[in-house]
């Protein structure tokens, strides 16, 4: 009885002991071991199935499965953006973004979108050299308001010749956001009047001073309506377009002036063919004028260019399209900037899965000029244009393995008839 009793004391002290050392184990383990967050940036994730948010933040425990994320293309937004006044609350737009958030981070600086869509930090430079369309920036700055209001940080610069003022009131109350009860903030470059196209060259001095600052920058000519949801398919296209491939908008005009009919502008140039291509069984239209009066950029994009063409440093272009050059040319190439002027050369595109959908990639060029009758300067009516689209698709849907389609001598007389001959080109 004595014997089994001494041992009592000894097993407790054994147990106490044992357990102390596992406690101090323990403590050793927890203090030189990172914490979970820490071992998943150690992780090698491939960045071709992982969302961007995902790599940045590096605190979920697994990445965020991609298969839930829906095409906006079959979501009916012409109807749901565009036909209707947009919704107090953004719940369609937050959707989309919800979605974007989703896609894969790639590996190209090109096509990498930021990490936090829901909450984009964006600078707004606008081209205003007098006051000659102050009434149209009034409107596109009103647009710009509603990016404010989803719920993005936004900055406006306005890069002008006259006495700010004189209209920085309207300024102001043209960009009043009701969700930060405030303006949204805005500045002014000033410059002498003699500085002429040139002007359009200081937002890249502006960007430069701001790249840190910002996640997506847009620069534009005051009288694009650049509205929301541009903005969002911009970054969601992005997201998934292979090689040198970004999404761009094709520009319109009402050429009546009762803003009944719809003229696309510049559709060709100098009657070159108008093409469409099949890319990952997607439908895009390509522009082979790429100018659009403005450009959209997110930082990692500014960041690759600046090596590639001097996006930032660029000097005078060296071709006679100065103010087109700045804008949206330099990116984009195509006749002017693969023939005339040094570029980027990215690959500008229009997503045309279906009418609605390339009905969204549509921008109004607000001062509805530019077009001599609609025709005669590379202009078609909106429905025509569309149609011969369609019939490019139709022809190339029937030859399998056929990526790029060219439609020759797109020809629209005075009563709007639409004349397509196709001719077929394989795979690039």
Request: net charge positive.
């Amino acid at each position: 009885m004595r014997r089994v009793l001494s041992r009592r004391p000894r097993r407790r002290a054994v147990l106490i002991t044992v357990g102390a050392l596992l406690v101090i184990v323990a403590a050793v383990y927890w203090i030189i071991t990172p914490p979970a967050t820490v071992i998943l940036q150690r992780v090698q994730i491939d960045e071709d199935t992982t969302p961007c948010a995902v790599l940045a933040a590096a605190r979920a425990p697994q990445p965020r499965s991609t298969s839930s994320a829906v095409d906006p293309v079959r979501w009916g937004l012409l109807d749901r953006l565009k036909g209707r006044p947009w919704p107090p609350d953004f719940s369609l737009h937050r959707e989309v973004a919800s979605a974007i958030s989703t896609l894969p981070c790639r590996k190209s600086p090109i096509h990498r979108i930021p990490p936090d869509v829901a909450r984009l930090r964006l600078l707004y430079v606008v081209n205003c050299y007098d006051l000659s369309q102050l009434a149209l920036m009034e409107t596109q700055l009103r647009a710009a308001a509603q990016m404010c209001e989803f719920g993005w940080t936004l900055k406006v610069v306005v890069l002008t010749t006259v006495a700010p003022s004189t209209f920085s009131p309207k300024v102001t109350q043209a960009l009043f956001c009701r969700r930060i009860n405030a303006s949204v903030p805005s500045s002014y470059e000033v410059f002498s009047p003699a500085i002429g196209y040139a002007l359009s060259k200081m937002a890249r001095r502006v960007i430069a001073d701001q790249l840190a600052n910002f996640d997506f920058f847009i620069y534009t000519e005051n009288d694009m309506l650049i509205e929301l949801h541009h903005v969002l398919l911009y970054l969601w296209e992005l997201a998934i377009l292979p090689r040198e491939y970004v999404p761009g908008v094709q520009r319109f005009v009402y050429h009546d002036g009762k803003m009944t009919t719809p003229i696309v502008e510049y559709v060709t140039w100098n009657r070159e063919p108008v093409k469409v291509a099949n890319i990952s069984n997607r439908w895009y239209y390509f522009p082979l004028n790429p100018h659009q009066s403005h450009f959209m950029l997110t930082r990692e994009q500014v960041t690759a260019l600046e090596p590639r063409c001097q996006f930032l440093s660029v000097s005078d272009p060296g071709c006679p399209f100065y103010r087109e050059y700045m804008s949206s040319l330099q990116l984009y190439g195509g006749p002017f900037g693969h023939k005339l002027c040094a570029g980027c050369f990215l690959q500008k595109l229009i997503p045309a899965h279906n009418e609605a959908y390339f009905r969204l990639f549509l921008m109004h060029h607000l001062s509805n000029t530019t077009l001599d009758g609609g025709i005669t300067r590379g202009g078609m009516p909106m429905n025509t244009h569309i149609s011969g689209i369609r019939q490019c698709m139709d022809q190339a849907a029937q030859k399998k393995g056929v990526e790029v389609t060219l439609c020759n001598n797109v020809v629209v007389d005075k009563t709007g008839v639409l004349t397509v001959n196709v001719n077929l080109r394989m795979r690039m």
